[in-house]
């Protein structure tokens, strides 16, 4: 049997602030001050919004002291930067929690599941929750509980607020909509801002309502793509974490293109999800820098 090497314990800083000189130099300063091995560093300045970012890696047993005790020390650094609630300290040796939201369509639960059982995601799915039933036999086969929460046609305000229960009980980090095919009521965007991850296709807005793919069709598009977004509440408007394309051609039928649409939605679902549990996405305004 091969031997599975633990991942080495980690501390990763993500940050955010005014840009000005010496922002690099204070960071930098303040890890070697204790010790702090740096073993990952990426920086963008944003020329539009006069804004700097860093993502910074550092080995968590070079450092005299604990995530807590680093989130405090580093605070008094941000807080000479003007980062103000801009900036994170997150521990690797924190197990990352998610929770899956679907309805019919399975492909991206499929796929998540698959990813997760293989080590190749590295996360724990607390619960799907689902407005149908007919993915609970798949995620109990992989050990994970379905709650089946069913929508009215009208008042839906009792059914969130059941699926709000079931999501915070797990206190988790990241709430993804697999497919989801309800809108999350305002409050719930609040609540969830920053972890509620959502994906769809690319035909928005263009190809609106009914069998966008058959809309697609008909007009001969070339490309079908997905975008893993933010969720806000603006429908589908939230901080793009990842976007990509497949091409198809002529002779592509409707089922040709519904299935590369699906294939292209899981791959970028599941990156966006890697990017924000390994915390490569910093947020600033409807945009994101991802590292």
Not at 212 to 232: D, F, I, M, S
Not at 264 to 273: C, P, S
Request: aromatic share 8%.
């Amino acid at each position: 049997m091969p031997v599975v090497t633990a991942p080495e314990h980690r501390y990763v800083i993500t940050f955010g602030c005014p840009d000005r000189t010496g922002i690099i130099a204070r960071i930098s300063g303040f890890l070697a001050e204790h010790g702090g091995w740096i073993v990952e560093a990426a920086y963008h300045t944003d020329p539009d919004t006069g804004w700097f970012f860093t993502r910074q890696v550092v080995r968590a047993d070079s450092l005299p002291f604990d995530a807590h005790e680093l989130r405090a020390r580093f605070g008094e650094v941000a807080a000479e930067l003007s980062a103000e609630s801009n900036w994170r300290v997150s521990d690797t040796g924190e197990r990352r929690r998610a929770v899956i939201l679907v309805s019919k369509a399975g492909h991206c639960l499929y796929d998540l599941l698959g990813r997760v059982a293989s080590g190749e995601l590295d996360v724990d799915v607390a619960a799907v929750i689902g407005n149908h039933d007919s993915l609970a036999d798949i995620t109990r086969a992989h050990g994970i509980p379905f709650h089946h929460v069913p929508f009215p046609a009208g008042d839906k305000a009792a059914a969130f607020e059941q699926v709000r229960k079931l999501v915070d009980e797990h206190d988790p980090h990241a709430v993804v909509l697999a497919r989801f095919m309800q809108i999350l009521p305002a409050d719930l965007c609040r609540e969830w801002a920053g972890r509620a991850i959502n994906i769809h296709h690319s035909f928005l807005p263009s190809f609106i309502g009914a069998k966008p793919y058959h809309q697609a069709h008909t007009r001969g598009v070339k490309l079908v793509g997905a975008t893993c977004h933010y969720v806000t509440a603006d429908l589908d408007a939230g901080p793009i974490i990842e976007q990509d394309v497949i091409r198809v051609g002529h002779g592509d039928s409707v089922e040709d293109m519904v299935r590369k649409g699906r294939d292209i939605e899981k791959v970028t679902l599941a990156r966006g999800l890697r990017w924000h549990l390994e915390n490569r996405v910093l947020v600033h305004g409807n945009r994101t820098v991802v590292f």
